[in-house]
């Protein structure tokens, strides 16, 4: 059973190597019943492995609990410096991650509205090309017959502006035509006996 002093103690210990949390006691088990069978308090071989920075060296732990007080305190000292840096980097390098992630957030709104401005542009691009297609057509179909030269024409257009064959029935849908009606109105042509003017 540990008195008020032991407890006052435990904490001071928590306080100085632990940022002020409960430690861990369990994995010092071990080495605290071995260290109390020799006579010391369980807070003084607790700072003993502590300081030592083991749970299982008890030569280590047995020379620091043999030492002199002088040389006791000046490496308790050194060793809760030692944890006061790093934690102190250890809550800067927290900060950091907290604000890599913040901006990693912000760059990945920025993208996703940056990737529905692109698929926008496309189907803005689409549109317009689509309706660049039907007045194209509209123009050949006109007057209800397809030249040899106007059909090379729509070829050469389509090439130009990398319409598939999927756009072009989207296109001739509009005007409430097919391919094969737009292969009818170029027969038109040699059932008359070739191109008109």
């Not at 926008?120 to 006109?142: C, P, Q, S, W, Y």
């Amino acid at each position: 059973m540990t008195t008020g002093g032991d407890d006052k103690k435990l904490r001071q210990l928590e306080q100085d190597f632990n940022n002020g949390d409960p430690l861990d006691l369990i994995q010092y088990q071990s080495i605290l019943s071995e260290v109390a069978n020799m006579g010391f308090s369980t807070t003084d071989a607790l700072e003993a492995a502590l300081v030592c920075n083991t749970n299982n060296n008890i030569e280590a732990i047995t020379d620091y609990l043999l030492d002199t007080d002088n040389n006791k305190k000046k490496r308790y000292n050194q060793k809760k410096e030692e944890l006061s840096k790093k934690f102190d980097v250890s809550t800067e390098k927290q900060k950091l991650l907290e604000e890599v992630q913040r901006l990693n957030q912000i760059l990945q709104q920025e993208l996703q509205k940056q990737n529905q401005l692109k698929q926008e542009l496309m189907e803005r691009k689409e549109v317009t090309k689509l309706d660049k297609l039907v007045e194209f057509l509209r123009g050949i179909v006109a007057d209800e017959i397809i030249t040899d030269k106007e059909l090379e024409s729509l070829e050469q257009y389509k090439k130009e502006n990398d319409i598939d064959e999927e756009l072009q029935e989207e296109a001739l849908a509009k005007l409430d035509l097919t391919s094969e009606a737009l292969s009818e109105l170029h027969k038109e042509v040699d059932k008359a006996g070739g191109d008109k003017l």
